[in-house]
């Protein structure tokens, strides 16, 4: 199970981005579904994959809490079973009020996808639950807010 934390991150970037409901909800103003990737690992690069143009929101940011990986060994000493904690971010950006609906639509589905469900992967069957939740407002110099809505989810794998 030593490639379990590679298997978590790719179950759950591939399930957001395989959603079409999300890419729909991803995508605003009037923009196709697809446009951009929409769902990013660690960081939201400056320029998106698929367009080719920067990053415009909203996005969602999949990052796994270092340091949150706890393992339960068996009697024998072989991991039987592997806990992670990934937060998942919708972020967006507003100028004067802050409002969170469209980010919220975004976060709702999220976890439609990723709470209380099971999946299968290479090293055995995993269960994602959403732990925690919280709003995060970040204002800028500029005059724009940076908003999020954090959902963090304990990402089970048992062999």
Known sequence: MAADVLQVDEWITETLRADATLQDLLAIDG????????????????????????VMVP???????????????????ARCIVRHIVSVVVWDIHTGTVT???????????????????????????WSMRMASDTIIDPQPDGRINCGIMQAYNVTISE
């Open 100 to 126: 969170f609906s469209r980010t919220k639509a975004v976060a709702d589905r999220v976890d439609a996808l990723l709470h209380n469900v099971s999946f299968t992967v290479a090293d055995g069957q995993g």
């Open 31 to 54: 923009r196709a579904p697809g446009y951009q990737l929409g769902v990013y690992t660690n960081v939201a690069p400056e320029k998106d994959v698929v367009s080719r143009k920067p």
């Open 59 to 77: 996005f969602v940011i999949v990052k796994r809490d270092s340091g949150s990986t706890q393992e339960q060994v068996s009697i024998g000493g």
